[in-house]
């Protein structure tokens, strides 16, 4: 644990940033708060590590189960079919390794190439709205 990592100590960075959902077996699933992409999430791994060639051997399977597990659960979800995955950490201080989780469809930014980050303005939810989302994705885990 890093106790200067967002995702270590669930801070007010993250908070504002986004919502927990569920532990999975090595990770935590978030619903992004900025859901120009709908139903964008990440996961996080839960060990303090920069990289994915620092996941230690023995979760490596776990963590690509993990992966599958959430993409489908938010196919379900969303309807969407395809589900991109972000794997980047070169700007976060400290570095903690996570997936974005990026839902794209039709008629989404960018489709048809890579997800953007940010958007400016985000597309924010109303609380209702987080909630009925994080509980089908609870509910298809």
């Known amino acids: 644990m890093d106790p200067k990592c967002m995702y270590c100590t669930e801070n007010e960075k993250l908070q504002s940033l986004m919502i927990p959902i569920a532990d999975l077996q090595v990770s935590r699933l978030y619903l992004f708060r900025d859901q120009t992409y709908y139903g964008r999430c990440v996961l996080a791994y839960k060990g303090?590590?920069?990289?994915?060639?620092?996941?230690?051997?023995e979760d490596l399977l776990p963590l690509a189960q993990d992966v599958q597990t959430a993409q489908n659960a938010i196919r379900r979800a969303t309807g969407t079919y395809k589900i991109n995955l972000g794997c980047f950490g070169?700007?976060?201080?400290?570095?903690?390794?996570?997936?974005?989780?990026v839902p794209k469809k039709e008629g989404d930014?960018?489709?048809?190439g890579t997800f953007?980050?940010?958007?400016?303005p985000p597309r924010h939810l109303a609380e209702e709205e987080y909630a009925a989302l994080i509980e089908k994705i609870k509910a298809a885990l």
């Open 109 to 112: 930014p960018g489709f048809g």
């Open 116 to 120: 953007s980050m940010n958007f400016d």
């Open 48 to 57: 303090h590590v920069d990289q994915f060639s620092e996941v230690p051997g």
């Open 90 to 101: 070169d700007t976060m201080v400290p570095p903690h390794f996570h997936f974005h989780l």
